[in-house]
């Protein structure tokens, strides 16, 4: 379905196609007939960055009549910067409307501009509950005409204590209006607003209800109390290109975790309300311009801050309030693409984080934080893929390389790879060598007696997070041959006869991929590829590292090996600052990274 089927007209589609929008979101599918038909309320359940403001925007554009200069439709929401977001998306959608006049009017900004504006003949006004009760008292603006109200993010007003405005503002509203109610989740409060303001309304849900989106990934992460900020070091030093927003519960955490991580090098700023609003503004828009890479916030100061392409959500710590989560994790897999939503939680935190999967109907994967080696090894494998696609801008350097091809000439192939390699990556083995499992121990399932069942090992029924021992193995394919990780999977099951749960972690890297396989199977797989092919490639698989040795009893007890031996979830000294520090200092200098 293209935005063509949806009943808009022409000048919309135009101007929504010059916005690269290719085809419509799935709420906007369902609302923009629905709404056009101007017959019926409606409640609308979608999360934020499902495209929801086109789904009523759109609509609205098309059935206002812009001849007239009065206001014609009303847009409540939550804060001032979803204010400005959706007065701004309405213009934008209207360029081809003329006369047409969309104003955005908030609290804690000159009132005297935004009286201006609307006396310019403002058809649309977006507006925050307290000022535009403000604005009607005053006489500018009259509730009685209005034809159409929009209510975005109800829950988020709600929760934000507008309730009591909301009331007074609807009730100066015109019994003929329509009026179109959009939220995240669906609390009582929300389903009370209905009740008492809309008519019948026709209902459409995209996704699950109370659910976020569905392409986003739910993980959580296991640690001792004290382990917490180690544990989110590690989580970003894991996605060298990361673009996070961190939440935190108080304004005194947010501060504390943001000064820590520019401590220790990281690009990264705080936000919350002890900040002024031109500080809130400046940090804001950095986050926007992707000169900051870690933007730590509180749920309120967080709200209506609306920016693609953030890649993860982490949750610090659980939010108090249970639907508040998929408010936070909404903030990725924005507009179609999907993202990663990771909570941090200590061992005493099950039954919070169970309340939040019952609220929300998320289910949490328990991932276990990168060991130091894995750290060390993505970052290794991160900086050769930017060394292979850099462009070389040959007018600018050539003339700078003959001495340097000089200097160089005495180095083999193999020598000049390696001390290229070392430089950047010798900070992050000497920091990460002594790093520990910080992992907070599961506690063994009662009835189970920690002893392996002696046919265990021949059945193999175990699944692949309890694989205890792996071997890593290099496979000559990778995202440019277009393989997927089930791909894989059923080639090395096909090949050598193992079960898909004896084979571990599998990462498809750009030119190839490693699988981990129980260490017993791993000669089995690695010789039943011999002349194997895959969509007509020729496939190689080798050890990744190597070849792992059985481990005695004793080295169990310490660890599953010698560098990488873990410290009983001790966390050293090291680990307090990171060796991305001068990496990311200068990446501040630069003010834009990770492109
Ligand atoms: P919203 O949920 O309205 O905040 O929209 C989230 C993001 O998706 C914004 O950046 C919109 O510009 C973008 N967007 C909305 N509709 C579409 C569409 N049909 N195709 C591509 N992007 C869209």
């Known amino acids: 379905m293209d935005f063509e089927t949806l009943g808009l007209a022409e000048h919309i589609i135009k101007a ?38 086109a789904a009523y925007g759109l609509p609205l554009l098309q059935l206002i009549d812009f001849s007239k200069s009065r206001v014609q439709g009303l847009i409540l929401c939550p804060t001032r910067e979803l204010c400005v977001q959706i007065s701004k998306d ?82 100066q509203t015109p019994s003929a209006k329509r009026s179109w109610l959009f939220s995240a989740t669906m609390t009582e409060p929300v389903a009370r607003i209905s009740r008492n303001y809309l008519k019948d309304p026709v209902e459409i849900t995209v996704g699950r209800k109370n659910s976020g989106a569905s392409n986003i990934s739910h993980f959580k992460y296991v640690v001792l109390e004290k382990n917490r900020y180690p544990a989110l070091k590690r989580i970003i030093d894991y996605h060298p290109d990361i673009f996070s927003l961190v939440f ?54 967080a709200r209506g801050l609306d920016v693609d392409d953030i890649s993860h959500v982490i949750h610090y710590n659980l939010p108090d309030e249970p639907g508040a989560y998929t408010h936070r994790s909404g903030r990725t897999a924005r507009a179609g693409k999907s993202g990663a939503s990771i909570v941090l939680m200590n061992t005493r935190e099950n039954r919070k984080l169970a309340h939040v999967e019952q609220v929300t109907g998320v289910r949490f994967q ?28 040959h007018e600018e350097i050539d003339a700078f390389l003959p001495p340097v091809y000089e200097t160089l000439a005495g180095l083999t192939k193999e020598q000049l790879i390696q001390h290229f ?24 399932k009662r009835g189970s007696t920690g002893k392996r069942n002696p046919t265990e090992k021949r059945t193999l029924t175990y699944s692949p997070k309890e694989l205890t021992q792996t071997q890593k193995l290099f496979l000559n394919m990778g995202q440019l041959d277009n393989i997927q990780k089930g791909a894989i999977t059923r080639l090395v099951c096909d090949k050598s006869g193992i079960r898909s749960n004896q084979i571990g972690k599998i990462e498809v890297m750009r030119e190839f991929s490693f699988l981990e396989v129980d260490v017993d199977w791993a000669d089995r797989v690695m010789k039943s590829m011999k002349g194997a092919s895959l969509d007509g490639k020729r ?8 070849k792992s040795e059985k481990l005695s009893s004793s080295d169990k007890k310490r660890g599953t090996g010698k560098k990488w031996t873990d410290k009983s979830g001790k966390t050293s000294k090291r680990e307090r600052r990171s060796p991305l520090s001068r990496k990311r200092t200068s990446a501040r200098a630069n003010a834009r990274w990770g492109s």
């Not at 705080?270 to 609003?277: A, E, I, K, P």
């Not at 991932?367 to 060394?387: I, N």
């Not at 010798?426 to 990460?432: K, T």
């Not at 496939?539 to 190597?546: D, L």
């Open 248 to 301: 935190c519960r108080t304004r005194k955490e947010t501060q504390a975790v943001a000064e820590k991580l520019i401590r220790d090098g990281y690009n990264a700023e705080s936000l919350h309300g002890d900040l002024s609003q031109t500080q809130r503004d400046y940090v804001m828009g950095r986050f926007r311009e992707r000169s900051l890479q870690i933007l730590v916030a509180t749920d309120v100061a």
């Open 366 to 393: 328990h991932e276990k934080v990168p060991s130091g080696r894995a750290v060390c090894e993505k970052q290794l494998y991160t900086m050769v893929e930017k060394l292979v696609d850099v462009d070389v801008n």
């Open 16 to 53: 929504v196609q010059d916005l690269g929008y290719k085809e419509p979101t799935p709420i906007q599918k369902k609302a923009i007939p629905a709404l056009l038909e101007n017959r019926r309320d409606m409640v609308g359940l979608a999360q934020t960055g499902t495209g929801k403001t």
């Open 421 to 444: 390699v070392s430089i950047e990556f010798n900070r992050f083995l000497d920091y990460y060598k002594d790093s520990g499992d910080i992992n907070a121990r599961t506690p063994q």
């Open 539 to 546: 496939v190689s698989m080798g050890y990744a590292e190597k």
């Open 90 to 171: 309405l213009t934008r959608y209207s360029r081809y409307v003329k006369h047409a006049k969309i104003v955005a009017v908030y609290g804690g900004a000159g009132m005297e501009p935004q009286i201006r504006q609307i006396k310019k003949g403002a058809q649309i006004i977006a507006a925050t509950p307290g000022r535009l009760l403000d604005l009607t008292k005053r006489g500018i603006v009259n509730l009685h005409e209005i034809d159409y109200v929009v209510l975005d993010e109800a829950d988020e007003m709600l929760t934000m204590g507008f309730q009591e405005d909301l009331d007074e503002i609807l009730a």
